[in-house]
């Protein structure tokens, strides 16, 4: 049979690459192959050529697996004292993203095979759960889901089993939960994302605290995340004691917004950590009730608070402030006079590591991709939907989120001074 011109093409470029492992057919072989699929539906429709060759090769695969397992190939003289027998197939079905397909699974007399390429409780191949966790990670609902693996792949999956999929995440969550952490963090940061959450027939508001320490390479990671109804100081120690209980021993600083009881747990359980408000998060709840005519002014005049060389020329500043908008804003200077303790701590370091610790910015962006997660998917049947949705999106933004900080090497030299002995 003649060699289809544009089918030699892609037969050529297959075969050239057996670098790195790659098993390089030959390109006879695969020129039979797509002559016989014949292109189009017949090489990857659903009862295309490449589905049927993933079938055979993998049962190809098991059958070798079982041959080394009892020492003899399919129809050999077993060795003598070899007891052990192939006892039939059984029949499975496997996800890929060609669709379903059936899979022969040798057994032995004796139960104790148990294969390596597709294992006891296997039911998918080629990552088609990572797909699933994935589009799920991304704010897709189990419906949007079904339909999107239908129109991509031709591969019709229940929305029980999209769920039995996700579900199976939990431990994985659980184990990543109580994980071991750092024994030192030079900063860590805390903030609540506000999730709604169906709870006996309502949608409440409730908030999944998160907390994310930056170690001493500068790269940032979640330490936990925690779903709690109301804040306070006992629920701030619990979550401290859970870090110290994994491992931490030591935070040099903690920046942290508006989170009640949070400065009281810090001292009872690290002592020797120093807690820093946000001052993005003090301006903005501060200028909540300024008229949008004058917060560009007012935002403009506390910033020579916060960028001000030491805290006593801080508290000139705010005076400064509070005669000229006193009489209108009263509460701006006011709000910043009452938590002085909490937000004038990072006034002490240098310019370079200021920028690091001043603001929960870090966790800010980490919100954002959360966000996205949340966005579409409305209300959330229950706490552990919301956790498990919220790690699937933590676990996909790490690679790009997780990078250390910006300038880190000049702040890490600063805190090596300012803590001297603390760190490594």
């Not at 090769?57 to 079982?66: F, G, T």
């Not at 999944?208 to 936990?224: F, K, P, S």
């Amino acid at each position: 049979m003649p060699k289809p011109k544009t089918k030699k093409s892609v037969a050529d470029t297959a075969g050239t690459s057996a670098k790195g492992g790659t098993v390089e057919l030959p390109k006879e072989l695969i020129d039979q192959l797509l002559a016989a699929a014949g292109g189009g539906a017949g090489l990857t429709g659903p009862d295309g050529l490449l589905k049927k060759l993933t079938a055979a090769l993998v049962n190809r695969a098991l059958e070798a697996e079982m041959s080394e397992h009892l020492g003899y190939d399919s129809g050999e003289r077993p060795p003598p004292g070899q007891g052990n027998r192939r006892n039939g197939r059984r029949t499975k079905q496997l996800r890929t993203e060609r669709g379903g397909i059936a899979v022969e699974v040798p057994r032995d007399r004796a139960g104790t095979f148990e294969p390596r390429l597709v294992g006891k409780h296997q039911r998918s191949f080629d990552g088609f759960d990572d797909k699933i966790l994935s589009l799920y990670a991304r704010g897709m609902t189990t419906r949007d889901i079904q339909r999107h693996l239908e129109e991509l792949y031709g591969v019709d999956v229940s929305p029980d089993l999209i769920s039995r999929v996700t579900d199976a995440v939990l431990d994985e969550l659980n184990e990543w939960q109580s994980r071991p952490l750092e024994s030192v963090y030079p900063i860590v940061y805390i903030d609540a994302l506000v999730v709604k959450i169906r709870d006996q027939g309502k949608v409440e508001n409730k908030a999944v605290h998160i907390a994310v320490g930056v170690d001493e390479d500068g790269t940032r990671d979640v330490l936990g995340l925690w779903l709690e109804r109301t804040e306070g100081a006992r629920f701030w120690s619990s979550i401290l004691a859970e870090l110290k209980h994994r491992g931490v021993d030591d935070i040099l600083v903690l920046c942290a917004d508006g989170l009640s009881g949070l400065p009281e747990a810090v001292e009872a359980n690290f002592p020797k950590t120093i807690f820093q408000t946000c001052i993005v998060h003090l301006i903005r709840s501060s200028t909540r009730y300024v008229s949008y005519k004058d917060l560009k002014p007012v935002c403009a005049d506390l910033r020579a608070v916060y960028t001000a060389a030491t805290a006593d020329e801080a508290v000139r500043a705010l005076s400064q402030v509070e005669e000229k908008w006193g009489a209108r804003y009263a509460h701006v200077t006011r709000a910043w006079r009452s938590r002085m303790d909490e937000w004038t701590p990072f006034l002490a370091f240098p310019v370079e590591l200021r920028r690091a610790i001043y603001t929960t910015n870090t966790i800010e962006a980490l919100n954002r991709i959360l966000r996205k997660s949340l966005k579409t998917r409305g209300p959330l049947p229950t706490d552990e939907a919301a956790l498990k949705l919220l790690y699937l999106a933590v676990r996909n933004a790490k690679a790009t989120w997780g990078r250390a900080h910006r300038d880190w090497l000049t702040a890490r030299m600063q805190l090596a001074i300012h803590f001297e002995g603390r760190l490594g």
